[in-house]
């Protein structure tokens, strides 16, 4: 059977609901969950036909600093021609329902359900929903920062089936990461890929690093330390921690737990000039 995706529930909670949630922002993680992920929130993007979007993520002072994590719905006949307004940006999209057609260097491909695409900075996209159905998928977003010398990346279309999940060392499998890039090809300066913890296992240290994560819950749910606090996700749910938070986790079962996990890659720390 294939896995499931996944996506922000929209519609408004009633008026019986309780206000009180498990939304945390602090200065090292926040935790966005499906629950808040309503219509009220949604954002307009210009030169979209038929969508909307549910912005997870941006740079912004005491959060995201190098990125940007939308999720998009598109009706039917929805889409765009100039979906990226922004000089120098590079994207990531993962389908999560629907059927998206992709167009770019002259040729249209399609991406169903576990479908990935990356696109370079530059590259002249289009993306439209030519189905019959809702498209809903996650934009990732990057301002791409090049190397002297160090070509750009090639666009890459994958699929989540057709890549074999490489095990952690000394896991036996009970943890896996989906790699849509390969983790040494030095030109990417992000990657994103499926993290899958099975019932039971961990990330059993407090990783402490240098890479800034987004991470949406695709499947399951589990239990995440994030820097003092242990919190409860499940799917649906989004979280951001900031470089060198402190980061552990627990699948809860009874099925996989999955995630989309975002982090900046591959690049010298910028050095800011001593005034």
């Given at each position: 059977m294939?896995p499931?995706y996944?996506f922000?529930?929209?519609?408004?909670?009633?008026?019986?609901?309780?206000?009180?949630?498990?939304?945390?922002f602090?200065e090292?993680?926040?935790?966005?969950?499906?629950?808040?992920?309503r219509?009220?929130v949604?954002?307009?993007?210009?030169f979209?036909?038929d969508?909307?979007a549910?912005v997870?993520?941006?740079?912004?002072?005491?959060?995201?600093?190098?990125?940007?994590?939308y999720a998009?719905?598109?009706?039917?006949?929805?889409?765009?021609d100039?979906?990226?307004?922004?000089a120098?940006?590079?994207?990531?999209?993962?389908?999560?329902a629907?059927r998206a057609?992709?167009?770019?260097g002259?040729?249209?491909?399609?991406?169903?359900p576990?479908?990935f695409a990356?696109?370079?900075?530059?590259?002249?996209?289009?993306l439209?929903?030519?189905?019959?159905?809702?498209?809903r998928?996650?934009?990732?977003?990057?301002?791409?920062?090049p190397?002297?010398?160090?070509?750009?990346?090639?666009?890459?279309?994958a699929?989540e089936?057709?890549i074999?999940?490489?095990?952690?060392?000394d896991?036996?499998?009970?943890?896996?990461?989906?790699r849509f890039v390969?983790?040494?090809?030095i030109?990417?300066?992000m990657?994103?890929?499926?993290?899958t913890?099975q019932?039971?296992?961990?990330?059993?240290f407090?990783?402490?690093?240098v890479?800034e994560h987004?991470?949406y819950?695709?499947?399951?749910?589990?239990v995440?330390?994030?820097?003092r606090?242990w919190v409860?996700?499940?799917?649906?749910?989004?979280?951001?921690?900031?470089?060198?938070?402190?980061?552990?986790?627990?699948?809860?079962?009874?099925g996989?737990?999955?995630?989309l996990?975002?982090?900046?890659?591959?690049r010298?720390?910028p050095?800011?000039p001593?005034?």
């Amino acid at each position: 059977m294939p896995p499931s995706y996944a996506f922000p529930p929209g519609g408004h909670p009633g008026q019986t609901e309780l206000a009180t949630g498990r939304a945390v922002f602090t200065e090292a993680y926040a935790l966005i969950p499906r629950s808040v992920m309503r219509d009220i929130v949604l954002s307009r993007l210009p030169f979209w036909t038929d969508a909307r979007a549910w912005v997870l993520a941006r740079p912004l002072s005491g959060f995201a600093e190098t990125f940007s994590h939308y999720a998009v719905e598109l009706a039917p006949g929805g889409g765009s021609d100039r979906p990226e307004t922004e000089a120098g940006a590079e994207a990531a999209l993962f389908v999560a329902a629907g059927r998206a057609a992709l167009s770019f260097g002259g040729g249209t491909h399609s991406l169903d359900p576990g479908g990935f695409a990356y696109l370079p900075p530059g590259l002249d996209w289009q993306l439209w929903n030519r189905s019959d159905e809702a498209l809903r998928f996650h934009w990732i977003r990057k301002r791409f920062q090049p190397v002297a010398g160090l070509a750009a990346p090639d666009p890459i279309l994958a699929r989540e089936a057709d890549i074999a999940p490489e095990p952690m060392p000394d896991t036996g499998g009970a943890w896996t990461t989906t790699r849509f890039v390969a983790s040494d090809d030095i030109r990417h300066d992000m990657h994103v890929t499926i993290v899958t913890l099975q019932p039971g296992a961990a990330i059993p240290f407090l990783e402490t690093h240098v890479m800034e994560h987004g991470l949406y819950v695709l499947q399951g749910k589990g239990v995440y330390r994030l820097n003092r606090d242990w919190v409860e996700v499940e799917a649906g749910d989004f979280m951001w921690l900031r470089a060198f938070c402190p980061q552990a986790c627990y699948a809860g079962g009874p099925g996989p737990f999955r995630y989309l996990l975002y982090k900046d890659v591959n690049r010298h720390m910028p050095l800011v000039p001593l005034r």
